[in-house]
């Protein structure tokens, strides 16, 4: 709405387009992909997760450079595609990593942690540093401070390929036997 002009309308259509349309095939496509990947070893899904995250960051900081808001549109495509890659196949890895009866806690603890802190403590810090960097760069302070926790992408991405590199030094877990228990 401040760099581009938009009424509260207009972005909540293009936030359900981009992030709700476009994040959706992102999800499905992001599981597909790393399913694909990670028969071949868990880590190489969570090395691809990595990969796409670091790939990202310029075209996202580059989106909200960008006066134009067509071409924002344009550079924010593949960010928002590729960012929800990571939803379906951590809790996957959650759930299989997890023993059996602490899989639900596992799962929630994730749910909180994306929740408390990806969208309630995000934007607060978002408009913390806009608000910071207000006499430095006045109306371009929001998109400093959006370009600035972008690239905490990085630090995700560094996460997920350690994440990767500590999983293929680990024995491939055993299938789960609670099918297998006796009556």
Same mark, same amino acid.
């Given at each position: 709405?401040? +760099?581009?002009?938009?009424?509260?309308? @207009?972005?909540?259509?293009?936030?359900?387009?981009?992030?709700?349309?476009?994040?959706? =095939?992102?999800?499905?496509?992001?599981?597909?992909?790393?399913?694909? !990947?990670?028969?071949?070893? !868990? @880590?190489?899904? %969570?090395?691809?997760?990595?990969?796409?995250?670091?790939?990202?960051?310029? #075209?996202?900081?580059?989106?909200?450079?960008?006066?134009?808001?067509?071409?924002? #549109?344009?550079?924010?495509?593949?960010?928002? %595609?590729?960012?929800?890659?990571?939803?379906?196949?951590?809790?996957?890895?959650?759930?299989?990593?997890?023993?059996?009866?602490?899989?639900? =806690?596992?799962?929630?603890?994730?749910?909180?942690? !994306?929740? !408390?802190?990806?969208?309630?403590?995000?934007?607060?810090? =978002?408009?913390? #540093?806009?608000?910071? %960097?207000?006499?430095?760069?006045?109306?371009? +302070? #929001?998109?400093?401070?959006?370009?600035?926790? =972008?690239?905490?992408?990085?630090?995700?991405? %560094?996460?997920?390929?350690?994440?990767?590199?500590?999983?293929?030094?680990?024995? @491939?877990?055993?299938?789960?036997? +609670?099918?297998?228990?006796?009556?």
């Amino acid at each position: 709405m401040r +760099s581009h002009g938009l009424s509260q309308s @207009e972005v909540g259509l293009l936030m359900a387009l981009a992030f709700g349309v476009v994040g959706a =095939v992102g999800a499905f496509v992001g599981g597909k992909w790393v399913d694909r !990947l990670s028969q071949g070893g !868990l @880590e190489r899904g %969570l090395w691809m997760i990595a990969a796409t995250q670091v790939a990202v960051v310029p #075209l996202s900081v580059l989106a909200y450079q960008i006066d134009s808001l067509a071409l924002a #549109l344009v550079f924010f495509v593949l960010p928002v %595609l590729v960012s929800p890659f990571y939803l379906g196949p951590t809790l996957a890895l959650i759930q299989t990593l997890s023993p059996v009866p602490m899989r639900a =806690v596992a799962a929630a603890i994730k749910m909180l942690c !994306l929740n !408390l802190v990806g969208m309630g403590l995000g934007p607060l810090i =978002v408009g913390v #540093l806009s608000d910071v %960097l207000t006499d430095a760069f006045g109306e371009a +302070s #929001l998109r400093v401070a959006l370009s600035i926790t =972008v690239t905490l992408g990085l630090w995700s991405a %560094l996460h997920f390929w350690l994440c990767g590199r500590a999983l293929a030094r680990m024995p @491939e877990p055993a299938p789960s036997s +609670s099918a297998a228990r006796p009556a």
